[in-house]
């Protein structure tokens, strides 16, 4: 399967627990974004990276929130002490830097107790 | 900031039947446009883009209308089938994408 990757699927945590959720682009994409979606919402930005860096943050929910993506390839998204307001599910995408349409992985929904 | 909205929630049609599916955006300079069909459980896919120098671009079975005067945008879907159920979103995508809420478009066979 050569499409984007998302892992885990699902995630349950209780209130106050970290979690990292991991994102796999499609290989060739030097572009990555992430994005949560709430029931019956669209897809919200978060964050994206050109490569390794991190070109927007602003949109990231609060300073528990954090993305990596070490080597330019994977990318972690971290929510630290999470409330039950962060369940929603979380997109990742991927594009080239030059081009238009942009690929969603399956995402991991995420569901805090 | 950037504003995308859908004007109904939800649609209703008849398989076989014509669907249109409409979007209102805000920011006048946006240049590029995508629609997209979200299936349960699923991340959204892309059906068909539009750039702000077109007013109509036809896909397989689906046509988006560019208004820029009044900045809306339409997705037309002809002879609705079954597997078009899903939730379809319009969104403003430059450097960062902008996504409205979301139409849930049901086909009745």
């Known amino acids: 399967d050569t499409g984007v990757s998302q892992n885990p699927r699902h995630k349950i945590t209780k209130r106050g627990q970290n979690v990292t959720f991991r994102c796999d682009p499609i290989s060739e994409h030097n572009r990555l974004y992430w994005y949560r979606q709430t029931l019956g919402q669209g897809p919200e930005f978060l964050t994206y990276?050109?490569?390794?860096?991190?070109?927007?943050k602003s949109r990231l929910l609060s300073d528990r929130f954090s993305a990596e993506r070490p080597k330019g390839s994977f990318s972690t998204l971290e929510i630290q002490r999470t409330e039950q307001g962060d369940s929603a599910m979380y997109l990742c995408?991927?594009?080239?830097?030059?081009?238009?349409?942009?690929?969603f992985g399956p995402g991991t929904r995420l569901t805090v107790l | 900031g950037e504003s995308v909205g859908l004007h109904l929630p939800t649609l209703s049609v008849q398989e076989g039947d014509n669907s249109i599916i409409n979007c209102a955006y805000s920011n006048s300079a946006s240049d590029y446009f995508i629609w997209y069909k979200q299936e349960s459980g699923k991340g959204p896919q892309f059906i068909i883009d539009i750039r702000s120098n077109m007013d109509k671009r036809q896909g397989q079975r689906v046509t988006v209308l560019l208004n820029k005067t009044v900045k809306h945008l339409s997705l037309q879907i002809a002879a609705t089938q079954p597997g078009d159920s899903a939730v379809y979103f319009c969104a403003e995508a430059g450097n960062q994408f902008y996504f409205g809420t979301g139409t849930s478009l049901t086909v009745i066979p």
């Open positions: 995408a991927s594009r080239t830097a030059g081009g238009d349409e942009q690929f």
């Open positions: 990276f050109q490569n390794e860096a991190q070109l927007e």
